[in-house]
């Protein structure tokens, strides 16, 4: 076994900044095994793509191209990183829990033979194993967890590690992968594109979410919201309460039946921050709560907890930041 | 046609949890749940149920003695039979070690034309074992469904999905298996005729021996990961109060940020 590997996400012709995350995770690891850094890189006409792994501290880049894996597909890609695995057994392999990556951790598991260590913030290298610690319990926990058995394979939490600085032409080496029959299996059919044609930022890659809550008032005043966002180039977030009452879309949801956010900063809105609207958003790096209410539990765990009238400040806060860029002009 | 659903007994997330020496949970006085994903995986197979009451669901769950009071409520939400994967060998399974058990199990059952699970657990929440039992069985997978139809006389199953910035529309072929997300609609609850009726239906107990696996496959024995510590995450440090008027408050926002470079 050998090596300290990542799989690459791409999306619409370029590498996504998880990707460049997972490099981040993958290189202190291998600096203290004296390792190098390999990335997978899988998709149609990707190669070009290579340098700009290497400049984020990859040493070799192994291309696996197909027409048919242009798209993502669970069962292919599963398929192709598997393949990857038998014939280089990496030490080492982290993918993104992403989307994405969610959808072939347990195939690619099963596939290997090997549990794999999911949703990771953390990984340390202590007596030439890598502990890996991960939150439970909606991260009212946290457990450290370690590969008995051969490979160590994680799944690394968006945002949890630092993108590398590039080092533009920094050199590696592309390594070729061929795509076997088996791994193009079609089992899926998309019939449709629902596409929602929104240019809007992805819930859990952004680095500002704005979320809000029952206090907003209606779903006509979340606009608020959406234009609070709009100046902090954010992604709107959402309380169950919003959602279930069809203020907006499940995707927006945060929290136990939504998804799990961990932002440079993230904004609640009138949202009192029940334990389930928590487990979603806690290990944000900062939090700022605005609500009326100084003793609702989101206030506990805000860094900055403004006791005020979201209606009336938010569009204080818009013209502030206004002033702000306008300064910086 | 048999629809397996797999139900996990999880710990009341309002619940505060506490640790037992040996690193397993204290389940003791803990109220415990289904799942809340696995109750609209429920919800789906029940609808299907509603449509054609000759489909058969049977709810799938490895636990321990206690998870049969949850079981019980999806039978009397409609469920035709429950299976209970209880052995001591099963206790400190590991993700896969998990997906392996339940992937015998549905092989056990037979017959399964589909297999619904939530995308995702409260309590551990790996979000692989659905995919990992697709992949052991050899099943295609169809994820992060919000709706799914089920045409039993073309034999596939259609389903709305929720993909990063789209909907989706995806079919696949039975068998499939399908992981569930939050759905529009709430999963319904027990009537009274329901928990009446709950009582005469099957619960099976299987051990390991009723599967077609050996201990070194399951439990602490075939576990790939071992957890060697827990701890409780840093405390956030005491938060900052701002109050006073909204240009004022903004104000020092705006400040704030700016000191930490958000903005």
Known sequence: MSGVWTVAEVSDGGIKGISFELLGAARSLANNLAEPVGTVLIGHEVANLADELFAHGADRVLVAEHPALASFAPERHARVIGDFATAYAPQVLLIGHTGSGKEIAGRLAARLDVSVITDCVALQLVDAQVRCTRPIFGGSMLTTAVATKGITFATIRPKAFARPAPAIGRPGEVLQLAVSAACLVARTEVVEVVNETSTAISLTDAEIVCAGGRGVGSAEKFELIERLAKELGAAVGASRAVVDAGWRPHKEQVGQTGKTVSPKLYIAAGISGAIQHLVGMRSSDTIVAINTDPEAPIMKVANLAVTADLLEVIPKVIEELKILKGAAV | ?263
Request: glycine share 6%; hydrophobic share 45%.
């Open chain 2, 1 to 263: 046609m048999k629809i397996v659903v797999c139900v996990k007994y999880v710990p009341d997330t309002n619940e505060p949890k506490r640790l037992k020496s040996d690193l397993a949970l204290q389940r003791n006085g803990v109220q415990s749940v289904i799942n809340p994903m696995d109750e609209y995986a429920l919800e789906i197979a029940l609808k299907w149920k509603d449509a054609d009451p000759a489909l058969e669901v049977v709810t799938l769950t490895m636990g321990p003695e206690e998870a049969k009071g949850v079981i019980k409520k999806c039978l009397a939400k409609g469920a035709d039979r429950a299976v209970l994967l209880q052995d001591p060998a099963l206790g400190g399974s590991d993700a896969l070690s998990t997906s392996r058990t339940l992937a015998a199990a549905i092989a056990k059952i037979g017959k399964v034309d589909a297999v619904l699970c939530g995308i995702r657990s409260s309590d551990g929440d790996c979000n692989v074992v659905g995919p990992a039992i697709a992949e052991l069985l050899d099943w295609p997978q169809l994820t992060y469904c919000k709706e799914a139809q089920l045409d039993q006389a073309a034999r596939y199953v259609q389903v709305q999905r929720e993909a990063d910035g789209a909907l989706e529309i995806v079919r696949a072929a039975l068998p499939v298996l399908l992981t569930v997300t939050k759905c529009a609609f709430e999963p319904r609850l027990a009537t009274f005729k329901g928990i009446t009726a709950a009582n005469k239906k099957e619960l099976l107990v299987w051990s390991l021996a009723d599967l077609n696996l050996s201990a070194n496959q399951v439990g602490w024995e075939g576990a790939t990961v071992k957890v060697m510590s827990f701890s409780e995450p840093p405390p956030r440090p005491a938060g900052q109060v701002l109050s006073g008027s909204p240009a004022e408050v903004a104000r020092k926002m705006v400040e704030y940020l700016h000191t930490l470079k958000l903005v």
